[in-house]
Nanobody, 123 residues
Framework: QVQLVESGGGSVQAGDSLRLSCVGP???????AGWFRRAPGKEREFVAA????????YYGDPAKGRFTISRDNAKSLMYLQMNDLKPDDTGVYYC?????????????????WGQGTQVTVSS
């Protein structure tokens, strides 16, 4: 069992920024890893994914142009820098490790998940 721990969430105003972090055991993020979120009353949705080298990234529509995913393999850390936050960005943000098969935008393609960190954006 791989334990992932997210941090960095909080309550902010629209237009503010937050940086989320996800840490796992050594060599956790050996392939793709990603961020998802669940807004109140909605399904979990894809936010961003990154490959081992960091040279290949994917973003969901809400994240494009505002969020940046990155990783530090030496520290087994993955980050999500979120700028210009909007009230629609409110939700619980999860990090997860990819199974090595399946679309990186699909929740079913991920095996290990963190417990999530709450992000609340007020207008």
């Amino acid at each position: 069992q791989v334990q992932l721990v997210e941090s960095g969430g909080g309550s902010v105003q629209a237009g503010d920024s937050l940086r989320l972090s996800c840490v796992g055991p050594g060599r956790t993020f050996v392939l793709y890893a990603g961020w998802f979120r669940r807004a109140p009353g909605k399904e979990r949705e894809f936010v961003a994914a990154i490959n081992w080298s960091g040279g290949d990234t994917y973003y969901g529509d809400p994240a494009k142009g505002r969020f940046t995913i990155s990783r530090d393999n030496a520290k087994s850390l993955m980050y999500l820098q979120m700028n210009d936050l909007k009230p629609d960005d409110t939700g619980v943000y999860y990090c997860a490790t990819h199974r090595s098969s399946g679309s990186v935008t699909y929740t079913g393609s991920y095996d290990y998940w963190g417990q999530g960190t709450q992000v609340t954006v007020s207008s």
